[in-house]
Every structure is written in C-alpha cells, then in structure tokens.
C-alpha cells in the first residue's frame, strides 16, 4: 500500500530488481532528468566501510552488509524527492520491502533471463553473490529472486531498450502519475 500521507510528487523512487538489471545506471540518468539527488544503496554501503562489496562480504560477512542495507534505507526511503538505487538483494528483507512500499515509488527493471545473460561478463568481479556458482546456478537464483521483485508499485520491461529509452519511458510514466494527482 503507497503511504498517502506523503504526496506522490515528492516520494523518492526506488529501483529494485536482479544485480545488473541496471538500477545504478537507468537510476543516476533518471536522477538527472528530473532534477534529484541520486542515491546509491550499495555505494553508500562502500563508503561506510571503506572498501568495496566483495571485500566487505570476504572479511566483514553478507550478515554485517545487510544489516547496513536496511539501516541506510531505513533513513533514504524516509527523505522526499531522492532516487534511489538499492541492491539486487535488499528486497529479500521483508522489513526494507515494506518501508520501500510505504515510503516510496518502487520501480521494478525487469530484464529477462536471455537479455541479462549477456551482461554477467560486466559485473561478475563486483558482485559476490553470483562468484563460484555455475551459469545454471545464476540462473537458479535469478528465476527464485523474480518473487521479491513481484513487489513493487511500477515496472518496466527492458530487454532491448538503452539506458536513454529506459530512463525517458519511467520520466514519461511518473509525470501521468504525477499528473493524475494533482
Ligand atoms: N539498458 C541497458 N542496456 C545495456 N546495458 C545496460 C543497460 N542497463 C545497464 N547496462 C549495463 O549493465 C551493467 C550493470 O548495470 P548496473 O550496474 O546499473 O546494474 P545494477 O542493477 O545497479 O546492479 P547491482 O544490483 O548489482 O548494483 C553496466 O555495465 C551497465 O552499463
Ligand atoms: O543481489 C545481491 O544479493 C547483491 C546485489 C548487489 O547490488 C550488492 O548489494 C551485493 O553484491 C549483493
Ligand atoms: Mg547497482
């Protein structure tokens, strides 16, 4: 349920969906049509830490990560007028979904399965979670993660479309939200 406390032309927006879908790319561009600050869940996580992702999940654990996950969204989803990007598995936490939901917009990228092999060579060395698994082994896991992106307000199918297309399609889709409530 949207929290209609808030208006729905200064929620932040949030993209969830799978690791390299593109939430970090389409987000900042969005960000920067309509004027807003970008937020990058994962990127805040680094910066807390000092170090990047697969070092945090090597010498701090995947529990210490997620735990800051939720803390930094907690405080980013509960601010007005930000895109955020959070990462390809913080919707596995019942607590993060339901303050997303609440607070914001949330915009799934649903790229599928043939397009988002293509990609795994650009983003295997920085994500821990698809390292030493079997390419049927991604795929396991992307098939069982499309359940926690079932929840969200918006979608937009991107097989493809560029990150250009993408970003005008969700501009373009917000502004008759937008419009519609005023
Ligand atoms: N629509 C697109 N078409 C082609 N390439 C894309 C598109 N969107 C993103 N990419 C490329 O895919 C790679 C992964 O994108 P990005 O880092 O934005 O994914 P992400 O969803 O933020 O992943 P993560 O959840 O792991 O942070 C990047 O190299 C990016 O340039
Ligand atoms: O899908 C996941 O579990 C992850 C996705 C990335 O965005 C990072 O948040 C991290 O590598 C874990
Ligand atoms: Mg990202």
Known sequence: ??????????????????????????????????????????????????????????QIGEKAFREKEKSLIEHFSQQPLKIISVGGGAFLQE????????????????????????????????????????LEEIKELFNNRQEIYSYHHSKVKTDGLDVEEVADYIVESLKVTWDTHE
């Open 1 to 58: 349920m949207i929290n209609n406390r808030i208006s729905p032309i200064t929620k932040s927006i949030v993209f969830i969906g799978f690791m390299g879908v593109g939430k970090t790319t389409i987000g900042q561009l969005v960000a920067k049509k309509l004027y807003r600050d970008f937020i990058d869940i994962d990127q805040e996580i680094e910066k807390e830490y000092n170090m990047p992702t697969t070092e945090i999940f090597k």
């Open 95 to 134: 607590e993060i979904r339901n303050i997303c939901l609440d607070n914001c917009i949330v915009f799934f990228l649903d790229l599928s399965w043939e397009y988002w092999k293509d990609r795994i060579n650009l983003i295997i060395d920085s994500r821990p979670v698809l390292q030493g698994r079997t």
